[in-house]
């Protein structure tokens, strides 16, 4: 992993869901480098391990978009940048997330005073609450700076309503994330041409064995069902939008051992004919769409 400034996207956390299981996939979060910036897409449990692995310095933490609020996107959102704190971040950082992001931040603010309040004193930090700005989203442009530009779109992810699907673009580059959708037509036009389509997955058979697994199988599978996306689905909406590579990512599941690669590529190659990655946490997908990187498995 030499260029440190190569245009990438990193797929840091790649399961769908919250839960964690030894030696399995860490929840959602991604890293986009682009236009030499560096921006973190969810904030996952695991997101401020997967970016040290990746070899991205905490202190380069310049942007954050979260797509909702369900925790496996958010639950690590202030302790990466807290984290980031303590490791010596002193430039502004701006988190991106639908309304209640500012509530969340604050509140971890509160939670944290004890330490905050100790470490400006003792460690002679600035202070956290200055450095960082939240800025809530709704639909439409989000962001325009610097030739990056950062569109949203809302999609289809009952009970939650306020999750928004990312589009950034800079510099001729696109890369577009699904957040959690059922299947939801829209998104084909708000992908058009992207470089890249991060698009969420489940896998019907291993939702069945996941829905027998749990205690509260009949709940979950209708929650599921409701408001996730197929494999096949994912590849129907890539194949409309006529994206360059379609990465499938938020896999459920991600950690069942009879599941392999293999029944995802089966699976989406039903829509799909394109450049495709399934998803796999540290994985580094390249921008320039010619080729994937050393350990990254293509199909
Ligand atoms: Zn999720
Ligand atoms: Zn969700």
Same mark, same amino acid.
């Given at each position: ?71 496996? /996107? ?82 289809? /992810? ?40 991060? /698009? ?100």
């Amino acid at each position: 992993m030499s260029a440190e400034n190569v245009d990438r996207l990193v797929l840091l956390g790649s399961k769908g869901g919250p839960a964690v299981r030894p030696g399995g996939p860490w929840p959602s979060s991604s890293l986009l480098a682009i236009g030499g910036r560096t921006i973190v897409v969810d904030c996952g449990l695991g997101v401020t391990r997967g970016m040290v692995d990746a070899g991205i310095s905490l202190k380069a933490l310049d942007r954050i978009f979260v797509t909702h609020l369900h925790s496996d /996107h958010v639950l690590e959102l202030g302790p990466l940048i807290h984290t980031a704190w303590t490791a010596g971040l002193a430039a502004p950082v701006t988190v991106y997330g639908p309304p209640g992001t500012g509530h969340y931040w604050q509140r971890f603010c509160q939670a944290m005073e004890f330490d905050i309040e100790i470490r400006i004193v003792d460690e002679g930090r600035p202070d956290i609450r200055d450095l960082v700005s939240v800025e809530e989203f709704g639909e439409g442009l989000v962001l325009e700076d610097g030739g990056l530009t950062v569109t949203t779109l809302r999609v289809d /992810h009952p009970p939650v309503t306020d999750c928004f699907a990312l589009r950034f673009e800079q510099g001729g580059k696109s890369v577009v994330f699904s957040a959690d959708t059922a299947l939801f037509p829209p998104l084909a036009e708000f992908a058009r041409s992207a470089n890249i389509l991060v /698009h969420e997955a489940m896998l019907a058979d291993g939702v069945e064995r996941l829905v027998a697994r749990t205690g509260n199988g009949a709940r979950l599978r209708e929650h599921l069902l409701a408001s996730h996306s197929f494999a096949d689905e994912a590849g129907r909406i890539a194949s409309n939008a006529g994206v360059k590579r379609l990465v499938l990512n938020h896999l459920i599941p991600a950690d069942d051992p009879v599941i392999g690669e293999a029944d995802w590529i089966d699976a989406v190659r039903k829509t799909w004919a394109g450049d495709l990655t399934i998803a796999r946490d540290g994985l580094v997908v390249p921008l320039s769409g010619e080729h994937a990187a050393s350990g990254e498995e293509t199909a």
